[in-house]
Nanobody
Framework: QVHLVESGGGLVQPGASLRLSCAASSHTIFTMGWFRQAPGKEREFVAT????????EYGDSVKGRFTVSRDNDKMTVGLQMNSLEPEDTALYYCAASDTEGRLRLPASYEYWGKGTQVTVSS
């Protein structure tokens, strides 16, 4: 069983930056991703990063503002979030998959963290 633990969430003002991190308990996983879910909304794809390459994709709503990265030695993945907007407020989840590829669907990931809350408000 792979365990994922997110950290770095918090309350920030619009326009601010925040960095999320996720640590995985296993070195056997391949693609890692970030998703978010706001109250009353479906889980939304934020970013995905493969283990090798890496190959990266972003959701349309965060493209140009968020940057995903990973450290395969430490098995961590980060999400640098800049120019945050109130619409970015959500519970952010780290996910990991046994499959290598640019995975945009939640169903493609076998392992999930419990989430970290990001609130953007003035």
């Amino acid at each position: 069983q792979v365990h994922l633990v997110e950290s770095g969430g918090g309350l920030v003002q619009p326009g601010a930056s925040l960095r999320l991190s996720c640590a995985a308990s296993s070195h056997t996983i391949f693609t890692m991703g970030w998703f978010r879910q706001a109250p009353g909304k479906e889980r939304e794809f934020v970013a995905t990063i493969t283990r090798f390459g890496p190959e990266i994709e972003y959701g349309d709503s965060v493209k140009g503002r968020f940057t995903v990265s990973r450290d395969n030695d430490k098995m961590t993945v980060g999400l640098q979030m800049n120019s945050l907007e109130p619409e970015d407020t959500a519970l952010y989840y780290c996910a990991a998959s046994d499959t290598e590829g640019r995975l945009r669907l939640p169903a493609s990931y076998e392992y999930w963290g419990k989430g970290t809350q990001v609130t953007v408000s003035s």
